[in-house]
């Protein structure tokens, strides 16, 4: 069965510093993977998504993940943190036929602090 | 553009008493609708999706049931409310092509059963 591990339920990183969150994917076929961001007490917000060709993809707010198959990995990264980008991260893969109505399975989140 | 509204935005609730969530999607026709539950500690389980009117395939069997009258409304209901339904409910969209496309979420409706 397709599942989604996010190994760190939480993360605390200084202001300035660099991050990285940790994404792992079980899936037998060609994955499609996304980074979701929630801030506290609101819906979900599409970082950023992969779907084929160049392993590493940009985001929005200065996010970027790779793609590595053979690790089963799909990291989110960011080189400097803003204290704003304090909030819970959430990795999914498509699964299943991609057709009308299939949904995303998420992984269970990171709640990334920053700290001053 | 398109927006996303859910209400009530909080809810607090007696075990027993009935359910109605309410999610309306606007500056699109023919979305996908999708009611998830999101518990503390446990992530984001999805309950109901529909893919258009008086539609609904459920993903987890409980007491709870979803329906959609109009193409842009979709209600999440429950006849009794149990305290394992305290949570953060959220409803989403897409333009209806799969999951490759965007999920766009609404702002979410906590529950509290008491």
């Known amino acids: 069965a397709q599942s989604v591990t996010q190994p760190d339920i939480h993360i605390t990183v200084s202001e300035g510093a660099s991050l990285e969150l940790r994404c792992n994917y079980s899936y037998g076929a060609t994955p499609y993977l996304f980074w979701y961001v929630q801030s506290p007490g609101q819906g979900l917000q599409l970082l950023l998504k992969?779907?084929?060709?160049?392993?590493l993809v940009q985001g929005i707010k200065g996010f970027e993940a790779e793609f590595k198959r053979s690790q089963s990995s799909f990291n989110l990264r960011k080189p400097s943190v803003h204290w704003s980008d304090a909030a819970e991260y959430f990795c999914?893969?498509?699964?299943?036929?991609?057709?009308?109505?299939?949904?995303?399975?998420f992984g269970k989140g990171t709640t990334l602090s920053v700290s001053s | 553009s398109q927006t996303i509204h859910q209400w009530p935005a909080t809810l607090v609730q007696p075990v027993g008493s009935p359910l109605s969530l309410e999610c309306t999607v606007e500056g699109t026709s023919n979305p996908n609708l999708y009611w998830y539950r999101q518990a503390a500690g446990r992530g984001l389980q999805l309950l109901f999706y529909?893919?258009?009117?008086?539609?609904i395939s459920s993903e987890v069997p409980q007491n709870l049931s979803a329906s959609r009258p109009q193409d842009r409304q979709f209600i999440l209901s429950s006849k009794k409310l149990l305290l394992s339904d305290s949570g953060f409910y959220l409803c989403a969209w897409t333009p209806g092509q799969g999951w490759t496309d965007t999920q766009y979420f609404g702002p979410g409706t906590r529950l509290t059963v008491l």
């Open positions: 999914a893969v498509g699964a299943g036929a991609n057709q009308a109505g299939t949904a995303l399975i």
């Open positions: 529909s893919v258009g009117i008086g539609q």
């Open positions: 992969y779907f084929s060709g160049d392993t």
